[in-house]
T-cell receptor, first 115, second 113 residues
Framework: EPEVTQTPSHQVTQMGQEVILRCVPI?????FYWYRQILGQKVEFLVS????????KSEIFDDQFSVERPDGSNFTLKIRSTKLEDSAMYFC?????????????FGAGSRLTVL | GNSVTQMEGPVTLSEEAFLTINCTYT??????LFWYVQYPGEGLQLLLK?????DKGSNKGFEATYRKETTSFHLEKGSVQVSDSAVYFC????????????FGQGTELSVKP
């Protein structure tokens, strides 16, 4: 069964450092997403991406965050200058279409720890 | 706005007990509804879904019926197993929201032998 692959599975970084989280979505999917889950809290939407541009972003997704699909297969989330409160599990997801019958497939997540 | 509310956890049950996890939603349109499960140390996996009123989603012995009149999508299982211990998330998506999922807060289930 096709799957979404995320790397790294766990990254530890110092506050103020740049972090790039990588995702390989399912190959024929067209819509891409990043979500995050702070420990013990709700899974929160960060950003959606379609046709090489951001479709929607949440208020969490400020100027410190950026996404890109540099080579047609990878989908990356960059945090320019990490803060302690960025510590969370980050999930990538992809979807073929936005039809209600079509589900998001999530990766296993990248755990980010900011010290 | 659009939102999902789940019953508070954690829920602790004995093996073979009946499970209900309540989920209600608020939506401006006609959402599709989902249950996702997160096993310890793993990512989110789709458990079941329903795309229109009165649809019943089912998988691995779990069921949920899309009730438009009560705006609910409660998750049920007749006989839980220790391996069902996980966090369960109710979620919705609307066609005009670009496929974005809105999650409930999650309900942790712990099943004891």
């Amino acid at each position: 069964e096709p799957e979404v692959t995320q790397t790294p599975s766990h990254q530890v970084t110092q506050m103020g450092q740049e972090v790039i989280l990588r995702c390989v979505p399912i190959s024929n999917h067209l819509y891409f997403y990043w979500y995050r889950q702070i420990l013990g809290q709700k899974v929160e939407f960060l950003v959606s991406f379609y046709n090489n541009e951001i479709s929607e972003k949440s208020e969490i997704f400020d100027d410190q965050f950026s996404v890109e699909r540099p080579d047609g297969s990878n989908f990356t989330l960059k945090i320019r200058s990490t803060k302690l409160e960025d510590s969370a599990m980050y999930f990538c997801a992809s979807r073929l279409t936005v039809s209600g019958a079509n589900v998001l497939t999530f990766g296993a997540g990248s755990r980010l720890t900011v010290l | 706005g659009n939102s999902v509310t789940q019953m508070e956890g954690p829920v602790t049950l004995s093996e073979e007990a009946f499970l209900t996890i309540n989920c209600t939603y608020t939506a401006t349109g006609y959402p599709s509804l989902f249950w996702y499960v997160q096993y310890p140390g793993e990512g989110l996996q789709l458990l079941l879904k329903a795309t229109k009123a009165d649809d019943k989603g089912s998988n691995k012995g779990f069921e949920a019926t899309y009730r438009k009149e009560t705006t609910s999508f409660h998750l049920e299982k007749g006989s839980v197993q220790v391996s069902d211990s996980a966090v369960y998330f109710c979620a919705l998506t609307l066609y005009n929201q670009g496929g974005k999922l809105i999650f409930g807060q999650g309900t942790e289930l712990s099943v004891k032998p």
